[in-house]
């Protein structure tokens, strides 16, 4: 495990499988934001193992698909490989950054993640390289399991929201998009998408948010008067999935705020609506997300 601290957070990382956020802990209040099912990392996973049965939750990263496709000659499965791969750490001079790369099987690409730790806000920074002979489509999406807890919001930009999968939709139910929030959309206002825990305890809600204002997404936490912020290129990152699960999804009680660059889980179906990534023989990409803790109160 690598840690990066300084007075105000403690981040954990693991050095095996994923090199994925395992803690993120607020030192002033003491909050974990990070949620874990399984305490324990696995080593890493047979190339056809699914996703959902071997999730441990932590905060990774879902590259170069989200549901298993075959397209061109690749072979691509659940979520990708990043989650289920076990990257090389690279020394560094610098005590607040660790840094990761990852030479990919599915796709002919080399992957590097870089954290930096500063004052209340850890930047990870991604570069990604392609060794192709042609255009490779990508989905490339920050897939952070949230530990939630009851009163908390959700906080989002004026954007347009649709369910992901209709059959996953407990909350909405409506197979179109709506304005969010309603008749408020070009204000930039924040407001909460939907309170943590119903009464009834046991549902759940998966959107997608399109055309947003600003490439944002944030969860307050009312206990600690405290707001995690995610803060990206909106470029970049054109979308942000909404998972929540308040144990309607295995019996989790879980959220994820996802920035992501795709419009549809299926690979394929994102090519096609040109609602993904696209990365040129040779080319490298460079992006980064802000993760800022700060204080929010009176909200």
């Excluded at 076990?86 to 990761?100: C, G, N, Y």
């Excluded at 954290?115 to 490779?136: D, G, P």
């Excluded at 119903?198 to 399109?210: A, I, K, N, Q």
């Amino acid at each position: 495990m690598i840690t990066l601290e300084n007075k105000n957070l403690m981040v954990k990382i693991s050095d095996g499988r994923g090199a994925r956020v395992e803690h993120f802990i607020d030192k002033r209040t003491g909050k974990d934001w990070v949620w874990k099912y399984s305490p324990e990392v696995k080593k890493e996973l047979h190339e056809l193992d699914g996703f959902d049965e071997n999730w441990e939750g932590g905060w990774e990263e879902v590259f170069p698909n989200d549901a298993p496709v075959e397209i061109n000659q690749f072979k691509l499965t659940d979520h990708g490989e990043l989650w289920r791969r076990t990257w090389q750490q690279i020394p560094t001079v610098d005590k607040s950054e660790a840094l990761f790369e990852l030479e990919c099987e599915t796709y002919p690409v080399i992957i590097q993640k870089r954290f930096h730790l500063s004052e209340s806000e850890l930047k990870i920074n991604y570069k990604i390289e392609s060794r192709a002979s042609m255009n490779l489509p990508f989905i490339f999406k920050f897939h952070p399991a949230l530990a939630i807890e009851p009163g908390d919001e959700f906080h989002m930009p004026g954007s347009y929201m649709e369910p992901v999968a209709l059959g996953f939709s407990r909350l909405i139910g409506i197979d179109r998009k709506t304005v969010f929030p309603i008749g408020v959309a070009e204000s930039g206002e924040y407001v909460n998408i939907q309170k943590a825990l119903p009464e009834d305890g046991h549902t759940r809600e998966f959107v997608r948010l399109s055309q947003l204002e600003e490439g944002m997404c944030a969860v307050f936490n009312p206990a600690t008067q405290t707001r995690l912020k995610f803060q990206f290129p909106k470029d970049i990152f054109p979308y942000v999935w909404l998972f929540q699960s308040y144990g309607g999804f295995n019996g989790h009680y879980v959220s994820m705020m996802e920035p992501t660059n795709a419009g549809h889980y299926d690979l394929s179906e994102a090519h096609k609506k040109q609602e993904c990534g696209e990365i040129r023989p040779g080319e490298k990409l460079d992006f980064s997300l802000r993760l800022t803790l700060e204080p929010l109160m009176n909200v």
